[in-house]
């Protein structure tokens, strides 16, 4: 067992251990069971770390802190508010944009994020795992008109470098692929991840690889994450972000800023602001669009505009991501 797959075998996974390791208010407990009995509860213990102790509105906490509001039903939101579904072409792959492709290549990932979009996917039946991925790299080969995949999931550093090689040779071997996009919040969560052999991986591509980082806050970019991060871009890949705007977490001014910044610092660019996509139980997070858009317009009076991600929704049935604002 290699030391990343050692370090998410510790991730934190019950309610208890969150509450004690973080000295949080006991009174929030019978809550966060309540909630994490409808998805799992799962933080990487060094992700942990980089939290306030007994603060139960820390924005990293609050990322992943199981809440009751997670168990009320609220109107607007359902179990797949992107459109997977209908964008389901088999075997793990989703085709929702034309010149890309999209591979659920597993449903693992080293946090359960509790805004998580796919959190009601029905993982078993729609992931590229054993004779799947071949399917899906078939039909991938067959269509010219896929230029880019998108390597996503759950999250595709939750495979190990063996697997991603299977899956990055046959996609080097079909001539259209020009790059392929790999998506990823375990880098952020779990740097451990980012090793040698991932390293040499990105290295070895003949496709341009583009490694899209989820990062909501700045104190998220620890210095081992940089470290990493900078081997990642050393390698030859590029480094964008999209984060998600979340209530309590990321949703003023400063804090937009300060994340801009730290991304740029670290050689990442800002590229997307996603507006909440409603899935059933992250009702807590929204931020109102109209605020949604005073809110960049501010951070855009501050920063130059190469610092000033583009703020989206996901709209089912569009032929792109959704600009807001403009």
Known sequence: MTGWQQAMRESITDVDTLFDTLALPTAYKPAARRAAALFGLRVPAGYAARMRAGDIDDPLLRQVLPLGAETRAKSGFGTDAVGDLASNAGNGLLHKYHGRALLITTGACAVHCRYCFRRHFDYGAHHAGGSHLREALARIADDPTLAEIILSGGDPLSLT????????????????????????????????????????????????????VHVNHARELAPDVIERLSALRAAGATLLNQAVLLAG?????????????????????????????????????????????????????????????KLAREQPGDSAKRVVGL
């Open 249 to 309: 977490v990321n949703d003023d001014r400063d804090s937009q800023v300060a994340l801009s910044e730290a991304l740029f610092a670290a050689g990442i660019m800002p590229y997307y602001l996603h507006l909440l996509d409603r899935v059933a139980g992250v009702h807590h997070f929204e931020v109102a669009e109209s605020r949604a858009v005073a809110l960049m317009q501010s951070v855009a009076a501050v920063l130059p505009g190469y610092l000033v991600p």
């Open 161 to 212: 470098n063996d697997r991603l090689a299977v899956i990055g040779r046959a996609l080097d071997a079909t001539p259209h692929v020009a790059r392929i996009r790999l998506h990823t919040r375990t880098a952020i969560v779990l740097p451990e991840r980012i090793d040698d052999g991932l390293i040499a991986w990105v290295a070895a591509r003949r496709a341009r690889v583009v490694v899209v």
